[in-house]
Nanobody, 126 residues
Framework: QLQLVESGGGSVQPGGSLRLSCAVS????????IGWFRQVPGKEREGISCVSSSGRITNYVDSVKGRFTISRDNAKNTVYLQMTSLKPEDTGVYYC???????????????????WGQGTQVTVSS
């Protein structure tokens, strides 16, 4: 299993920006698809975005298209989620997760991801 550690969360006003980082360590970590998920209390964890091991394939949930950008730097073993034009509904705990099958697709499901980070809180509020 891989180890994943998220950072970069915080509080921001609507319209603001944040960049989340996911540091990945472990055997062959560069060969995994990495996804970002969001969870709010009382709701299921929602897939937000993913990036394939090469970085060439990315996908986003409709609610963040045009506002969020996922990228990865395999030399640094880090995946980023740049979030702009943030809205109150973007509030939640953000988790990154690794998929050893390296299958980044349009719909992200939690059961397809093998290893998870501990999460980082993002709060968008005026």
């Amino acid at each position: 299993q891989l180890q994943l550690v998220e950072s970069g969360g915080g509080s921001v006003q609507p319209g603001g920006s944040l960049r989340l980082s996911c540091a990945v360590s472990g055997f062959n970590s560069a060969y995994y698809n990495i996804g970002w998920f969001r969870q709010v209390p009382g709701k299921e964890r929602e897939g937000i975005s993913c990036v394939s091991s090469s970085g060439r394939i990315t996908n986003y949930v409709d609610s963040v298209k045009g506002r969020f950008t996922i990228s990865r730097d395999n030399a640094k073993n880090t995946v980023y989620l740049q979030m702009t034009s943030l809205k109150p509904e973007d509030t939640g705990v953000y988790y990154c997760a690794a998929d050893r099958l390296d299958y980044c697709k349009a719909d992200l499901y939690t059961y397809e991801y093998d290893s998870w980070g501990q999460g980082t809180q993002v709060t968008v509020s005026s």
